[in-house]
């Protein structure tokens, strides 16, 4: 198999299924690490299980999360697939992925949100936080900083923006100050947008709202999307 990627404990490897001339999609492959350690495994392992359970549960070809109450729980940009010259957009890895209740809460004490840390949302970030559909908004909102900014959020604090080379140093980087900013909304260079991106502005700031309540809605962020497009792209 063609090693294709890898992610958090898995490498991805493309699988070609056409034997005797017979002509089959390709399917990717997750596996796990080797050089795991026995408990990584047995982590990634479970994620591995639970993620294909989403997936079969879910219709295709685009499998979205229709009508499943479920939260993605790691929205970032690493997770947003563009193919070609964004001819499809689609959300990739669903392995942390948590069901939620009739109210859009996580209530299933057995299950926890993991994410990614830099987009976490403020009450991911507390032992008794209460975890809704709103904490995606808030990683969507961060999501839309990263397409701004072309940074990681909260891991240029402290660098100066005159220094021409931007890459990390683990030596400049300061962590109190970092792990202080964590499920904030970060800041925006307002010098380097112009007018265009007011309304990515405006819909970025209200995503990272701290507080979960004051975040739209998914379908609302759709809306105000869609509203922005020109009549003929719209749906």
Known sequence: ???????????????????RG?????????KINSKCSKNQQNIYQSRLNEEAKIL?????????????????????????VVKGDFE???????????????????????????????????????????????????SFGLTLWEMMTL??????????????????????FDEEAYYAALGTRPALNMDELDS??????????ICTSEDPKKRPSAAHVVAVLEASLPPELRA
């Not at 689609?90 to 840390?117: A, Q």
């Not at 265009?196 to 700031?205: C, D, H, K, R």
């Open 1 to 19: 198999m063609q090693k294709l990627g890898y992610g958090t404990g898995v490498n991805v490897y493309l699988m070609k299924r056409s034997p």
């Open 22 to 30: 017979l002509s089959r999609s390709p399917w990717a492959v997750k």
């Open 56 to 80: 079969k549960s879910l219709k295709h070809p685009n499998i979205v999360v229709d009508i499943k109450k479920l939260l993605h729980g790691d929205i970032k940009s690493p997770n947003v």
């Open 88 to 138: 499809a957009i689609k959300i990739c890895d669903v392995g942390v992925s948590l069901p939620l209740d009739e109210n859009l809460t996580v209530s299933d004490p057995t299950v926890h949100y993991i994410g990614t840390e830099p987009w976490k949302p403020k009450e991911a970030l507390s032992d008794d936080g209460v975890i809704t559909d709103k904490a995606d908004i808030f």
């Open 151 to 172: 940074s990681v959020p909260h891991l240029n604090l402290g660098s100066s923006t005159d220094d021409e080379d931007e890459s990390f140093d683990e030596d400049d």
């Open 196 to 205: 265009s991106y007011q309304q990515v502005i405006e819909l970025f700031s």
